[in-house]
C-alpha cells in the first residue's frame, strides 16, 4: 500500500495539475536571470497548471499541501515560507508603506541577488536569502565582510528613472525588463571613496627621494614662518620656534578659556605680517558662530586687517573649496566637532565625522603646505573629545590652561612634531585680547600689603617648566583641630602627605592634631619634585607661627629620610634666583660645591642643608 502511495504521488508531480497557492504571489522577478535558466513570465499560465507535493498521509482533495512547486528555482517551497512570505508583505502594507524613495544614479554599482528557497528549509525560513517589501530589501546579505540590512531602489536603463518598487516595465518609458536593482550600501561605499576630488593631486608620480635631496635648498632658519611682537614670541616658544608650513595645530581648553580668542590673534598676526612681512589672505572658518558675531569680537579686541577673510560653515568639502581659491596663508577651523564630510556616516561631532574630517585637512595642509589651525573641545575629565586617534592625526597638539576667575592663561604643549613639548606660554586676559606676560615669575608671587613684610606659611620654590625658570610662591596653613587632612590645591595630594609625615617623623614636629592646607598660587600646577623643600618650609613656617623672611628661596627635593636631594638644573634656577634680588637660597648640600663656581656678583647667600632639621633651624632659629 505504501508503494502504491508513492507511485501515485509521483504520477501527480509528472501531471502538474493546476496550481492554486501561487496564483497570487509576485515571486517571480526579472532579476534571478544570472543563476537560473532564462525564464519568460509571460509563457507561464498558472491557471492551468498545479504544483505541489503531498506527504503520504494527505489526501487527493487537501486544500493545504506541505510543499508548493516553485518553477523560477525548479525545487520544491515549503508551503509555510510562502505563508511568512505573504505576512510580511501584509505587514508593510498595514504599516502604510515605508518605502524609501531616495534617487539612486544608473552608474552606480548595481548588485544583484536572487530569491533561492531550499526544500530543506525551516518553518523559520533560514534557508531564505531574502524577499522584498516597499522598497525595503530584507536580504540578510554580506556587505563588507559584515551582515546587515540594504535598501535598494530600481533603475531603469533606458531613460534613467528610479522607483522604490519593482515593476514589469518602467512607468516613465513603458520599458519592459529594463528595471536594474541598485544597493544603497554599494553606493555609500563607492561614493566614500570616490570623494576627495577637492584635495589638489601633483601630476607628476611621487616616488622615494634621498634624504639629501629632501633637504637639499632648505635653508631651516628661514623654514618656519615666525611670529612678530611679544605675543608672537611667547606663542613660538610653544610651536618650538615658529609655525611650520603645512603643520597641523589643535588647540584644547575648557569652554570660555579663551581658545577663539587666542586663534584668532594668531590669525590677525599672520595675516599682517606672516613669512615675508608682507599682507596675505587668512581664512578663519567657524562652524559655531556667524560672521557678525567674528566681527564683533574682533572689533573689540581691535582688528581690523583686510587679509582676514571670515567664513561660516560646517561642510569641509565646501570649506577646503573655497579656501583653496583664495590660496591662503593658513586656515583655521572653529571647531572640529562642528564639521562633517558627506559620505561618512554619522552626524557632526561623532567618532568617524570627527576622524575623517581631520584626516581630510591633514591631507590639504600636506599637499598645500599651508598650516591649518584647529580648536578642539574637551571632555569634563580634560580631554580633546572624540577618538583618541585624533591627538595622533595632527602633528602638534595644544593645551590652553586657567582658572575660571584668574586672568591668567597658561599655553602649553603636549605633541609636538617639530620641538619640545616642555614649553609654556603665559599670557594674561585683557579687554583686549590675550597679552603676553614679559616676567611671569611676577605674576606667581603675592603682593604684600599694609605694614609688614613677611607672613607665616609663605615660601617661595623654583621651579623649571621647559626652558624657563619660574618662582612660585607656596601658602600653607595649619590649624589646631583634628577634624581630619586639609585640602590642597595645584599639587598633588599624596604628596604633600609624604612630606607631612616626614616632618613629623624626622623633624619632630607634632602635626597629627592639626589640620593642613597647601596651595599654590596663581592656578599654577606644581607637578616636579624641586618644590618639596618651599611646601615643607610653609608648613612648618604656619605651625611654629614664625614666617620666613621674604627674601629667601627654596630648592630641593626631600627624600623619606628627611634628606635633601639634588634636582636638575641647579645653576640655572639659582641664577634666576639671584637676578630677581634674592639675598639667600636654601640648597641641597651636595650641590653647594658645583654652585660655588657661579658668578652671583657677591650679593646672595647660598646655603647648603643635609637634611630637614637643618633646613628648620637656619631659617626659623634667628627669626
Request: net charge neutral.
Amino acid at each position: 500500500m505504501k508503494s502504491l502511495r508513492n507511485l501515485y504521488r509521483h504520477r501527480q508531480l509528472l501531471n502538474l495539475p493546476e496550481p492554486k497557492l501561487l496564483s497570487n504571489h509576485p515571486i517571480i522577478s526579472s532579476n534571478h536571470s544570472h543563476s537560473l535558466p532564462p525564464l519568460d513570465p509571460t509563457s507561464i499560465d498558472f491557471s492551468q497548471k498545479r504544483f505541489f507535493s503531498k506527504s503520504s498521509d494527505e489526501s487527493d482533495d487537501d486544500p493545504n499541501p506541505k510543499y508548493v512547486f516553485d518553477p523560477v528555482t525548479q525545487t520544491l517551497v515549503p508551503r509555510t515560507i510562502i505563508k511568512s512570505f505573504n505576512q510580511k508583505i501584509d505587514d508593510n502594507d498595514n504599516d502604510g508603506g515605508g518605502g524609501n524613495d531616495s534617487k539612486c544614479s544608473s552608474s552606480d554599482s548595481v548588485v544583484n541577488e536572487s530569491v533561492a528557497v531550499s526544500p530543506k528549509s525551516d518553518t523559520q525560513g533560514v534557508g531564505i536569502s531574502g524577499f522584498r517589501s516597499k522598497g525595503q530589501d530584507f536580504v540578510s546579505r554580506k556587505t563588507n565582510g559584515k551582515t546587515g540590512k540594504a535598501k535598494v531602489c530600481w533603475v531603469c536603463s533606458n531613460c534613467g528613472n528610479s522607483t522604490s518598487q519593482w515593476w514589469g516595465k518602467c512607468q516613465s518609458c513603458d520599458e519592459v525588463g529594463t528595471m536594474t536593482r541598485i544597493s544603497q550600501i554599494d553606493v555609500a561605499v563607492e561614493d566614500s571613496n570616490m570623494r576627495k576630488s577637492w584635495v589638489p593631486r601633483k601630476c607628476d608620480e611621487v616616488l622615494p627621494q634621498r634624504l639629501t635631496d629632501v633637504n637639499k635648498g632648505i635653508n631651516q632658519m628661514n623654514w618656519r614662518i615666525p611670529l612678530s611682537g611679544l605675543f608672537g614670541a611667547e606663542v613660538g616658544r610653544v610651536l618650538g620656534g615658529g609655525l611650520v608650513p603645512g603643520s597641523l595645530v589643535l588647540v584644547g581648553g575648557d569652554p570660555g578659556v579663551g581658545k577663539s580668542t587666542l586663534i584668532l590673534q594668531i590669525a590677525a598676526m599672520l595675516a599682517e605680517e606672516g613669512d615675508f612681512g608682507q599682507p596675505a589672505p587668512v581664512v578663519y572658518v567657524s562652524g559655531e558662530e556667524s560672521v557678525e558675531q567674528i566681527g564683533n569680537r574682533a572689533d573689540r579686541m581691535r582688528i581690523a586687517t583686510k587679509e582676514l577673510f571670515l567664513y561660516s560653515g560646517t561642510d569641509i568639502e565646501d570649506i577646503l573649496q573655497k579656501a583653496h581659491l583664495l590660496s591662503p596663508r593658513a586656515l583655521i577651523v572653529d571647531s572640529i566637532q562642528t564639521m562633517y564630510l558627506d559620505g561618512v556616516t554619522g552626524s557632526a561631532g561623532g567618532i568617524m565625522q570627527v576622524k575623517e574630517c581631520t584626516s581630510a585637512l591633514l591631507r590639504y595642509a600636506k599637499s598645500t603646505n599651508v598650516p591649518v589651525f584647529l580648536i578642539g573641545h574637551v571632555t569634563k575629565s580634560g580631554e580633546i573629545a572624540g577618538p583618541r586617534v585624533l591627538e595622533h592625526i595632527v602633528d602638534v597638539v595644544l593645551y590652553m590652561e586657567g582658572e575660571k576667575y584668574s586672568s591668567h592663561r597658561f599655553l602649553r604643549s603636549v605633541k609636538n612634531r617639530f620641538g619640545s613639548t616642555d614649553e609654556l606660554g603665559v599670557f594674561e586676559m585683557s579687554q583686549s585680547g590675550l597679552q603676553a606676560v614679559a616676567n611671569p615669575s611676577e605674576i606667581f608671587l603675592s603682593e604684600q600689603y599694609f605694614d609688614f613684610d613677611v607672613l607665616p606659611g609663605l615660601a617661595i620654590a623654583v621651579v623649571i617648566d621647559g626652558s624657563r625658570t619660574f618662582l612660585i610662591e607656596i601658602q600653607a596653613l595649619c590649624t589646631p583641630s583634628g577634624s581630619g587632612s586639609g585640602t590642597v590645591t595645584g599639587t598633588n595630594q599624596k604628596r604633600v602627605d609624604m612630606i607631612i609625615g616626614i616632618i613629623m617623623k624626622q623633624a619632630g614636629l607634632k602635626l597629627q592634631d592639626s589640620t593642613i592646607y597647601v596651595n599654590v598660587v596663581s592656578g599654577v600646577k606644581l607637578t616636579e619634585t624641586s618644590g618639596d623643600l618651599a611646601i615643607a618650609a610653609a608648613i612648618c613656617s604656619s605651625f611654629l607661627e614664625v614666617p620666613i623672611p621674604n627674601d629667601v628661596a627654596f630648592i630641593g627635593e626631600i627624600g623619606l629620610g628627611g634628606e635633601l636631594r639634588v634636582v636638575s638644573r641647579m645653576e640655572k634656577r639659582v641664577d634666576a634666583v639671584s637676578k630677581l634680588g634674592y639675598r639667600r637660597c636654601i640648597v641641597p648640600k651636595s650641590a653647594e660645591k658645583s654652585l660655588a663656581s657661579l658668578d652671583l656678583g657677591g650679593e646672595m647667600e647660598i646655603l647648603g642643608c643635609k637634611n630637614l632639621k637643618e633646613v628648620i633651624n637656619a631659617v626659623f632659629q634667628n627669626n
